[in-house]
């Protein structure tokens, strides 16, 4: 019940996929992985997780809402005892947001405990589920990650390593995962390297980690990326690698580049914030706007910004303002007050705006709802004239790969060509970074559309895997309500 009264204000956004960390042979542990988790808040707000292994026992703390709400009490702390700790965030992309659902996931098997967080979502979930359900698995969860503790705790192999390598060939979709055992930690990234994962190393304690901004909050060293298809064991002779699966060409995620990843993480060796620099530096070269100043959608559109300005040679300028106080949710009792909704996040800055051509830049459109708020508000404020620029191609498909899009029937791109997209919006004129715009801004490298250096299929409908639960007439990111109707 509560959740019909809550709406997010960033619900005309996609929304972040989950964060993982991991660190081993450390005595502070707990208190560091809760460090790494905070830095990873941007990549889910709904969750949070900490198991750690004292030499003999696991020990869990999960709960619903924010890293800060749950694990800023020495107590949870001392109760995380262990040399040994992974950690989760999460954002639902499949499962309900429920406590049962909270990563990391843990569970006994004949070989002993082992407990499992995942970034990403696997496409055959469903489909692998139905058939270990007919073959007697009871799910506690709804999360798919539950679908991988159960091929783990099916498999004949004899080690942890090799029944979890037999696990996830038999999963398809993107996930970089992070695995904690009584011996060691493992982390994971799928053949195509959807998502990312790195290791560091904090004076002799190997760490994993979603992005390297949750280095450097605890001043680790980024050793490098775990390569797509790669499974690394970080145990007490150090730190192994395994290529295990079939070689596939990458497909990093491009979109991690646009909007996800924090913008002084270093993605696939590339600092995010001058890539978005490039990126808004690409937009103006293909899609100059006549413009006095140029105005950030905060805070997502604001380095984007920053590149279209210079290479423009325009002014930027702060002509709006958003509140950092409200919240991800808020209590919704009329369709009056979530229709103010937007103005509690962000406001036009009058005396910025009034009377100028203003190059509005933001990182992405979804649905179009917010806008067309921003819109509205800039013009209220005496824009003469507003200049829409985005700085990626329109999203047209959803992402079944850990991101949670509207589904396509939603998507304002996906509906409506450039002339009515500018009209539902109410700019005088909108333009999108083309592909090979993006392709050039992130990799230099032209997108070769037979075989794409990177996933960008919510721009171009080409998904790197088959989505075999979706062939089945089941929406992947629909999997948590199917699995709940159940
Ligand atoms: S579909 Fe889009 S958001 Fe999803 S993994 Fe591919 S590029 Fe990223």
């Not at 064991?233 to 070689?247: W, Y």
């Not at 696939?268 to 990126?279: F, L, T, W």
């Amino acid at each position: 019940m509560t959740r019909r009264l809550l709406t997010r204000w960033d619900d005309d956004k996609p929304r972040e996929e989950c964060g993982v960390f991991g660190i081993f042979d450390n005595e502070e542990a707990a208190a560091l992985t809760v460090l790494g988790l905070h830095a990873l808040q941007h990549r889910g707000q709904e969750a949070a997780g900490v198991v750690t292994f004292d030499g003999k026992m696991f020990h869990s703390h999960r709960a619903l809402g924010l890293v800060g709400d749950h694990f800023s009490s020495e107590s949870v702390i001392a109760g995380l005892p262990g040399r040994a700790a992974i950690g989760h965030v999460r954002y639902s992309t499949a499962g309900a947001p429920l406590l049962r659902n909270v990563q990391p996931l843990f569970a006994d098997f004949a070989f002993g405990g082992l407990a499992l967080g995942h970034n990403g979502n696997l496409t055959n979930a469903l489909t692998l589920r139905r058939q270990l359900v007919e073959r007697g698995c009871l799910f506690q969860s709804t999360s798919d990650t539950e679908v991988i503790v159960h091929l783990i705790a099916r498999s004949t192999q004899p080690t942890v390593v090799e029944r979890l390598i037999d696990a996830l060939r038999q999963v398809e979709g993107a996930y970089a995962l992070v695995a904690m055992s009584g011996e060691a930690l493992y982390g994971v990234r799928d053949p195509l390297g959807v998502r990312p994962l790195v290791l560091g190393d904090l004076d002799g304690s190997p760490i994993l980690a979603s992005e390297t901004c949750a280095l450097d909050i605890m001043g680790a060293r980024f050793v490098r990326d775990v390569e797509p298809g790669e499974l690394v064991i970080l145990d007490a002779d150090g730190v192994d690698s395994l290529k295990p699966f079939a070689l596939l060409p990458r497909r990093f995620c491009i979109f991690e580049y646009v909007y996800f990843a924090r913008p002084d993480s270093a993605v696939e060796g590339a600092n995010i914030y001058e890539v978005r620099k490039r990126i808004g530096a690409e937009l103006a070269k293909d899609q100059p706007a006549p413009a006095d100043i140029v105005v950030p959608v905060p805070d997502s559109g604001v380095p984007a910004a920053i590149g279209y300005a210079q290479a423009a040679n325009l002014p930027f300028e702060l002509g709006l303002i958003r509140n950092h106080y409200v919240g991800r949710t808020f209590i919704e009792p009329s369709d009056r007050i979530r229709h103010l909704g937007v103005k509690l996040k962000h406001n036009a800055n009058k005396g910025t705006v009034a009377g100028k051509r203003v190059v509005l830049v933001d990182d992405s459109i979804v649905r179009g709802t917010t806008s067309t708020k921003i819109v509205a508000m800039i013009r209220n404020a005496g824009a003469a004239e507003v200049h829409m620029r985005v700085a990626s191609p329109p999203t047209t498909h959803s992402c079944f790969y850990g991101v949670d899009t509207p589904e396509r029937s939603q998507l304002l791109a996906a509906r409506n060509d450039l002339e009515a997209m500018a009209r539902i919006i109410g700019v005088d004129s909108l333009a999108f970074l083309s592909l090979d715009g993006l392709y050039r801004a992130v990799g230099g490298a032209a997108r070769d559309p037979v075989q794409p250096q990177y996933c960008d299929a919510c721009f171009s409908g080409d998904y790197p895997t088959t989505l075999e639960d979706l062939g089945q007439g089941q929406d992947p990111n629909q999997l948590s309500l199917m699995l709940e109707d159940a």
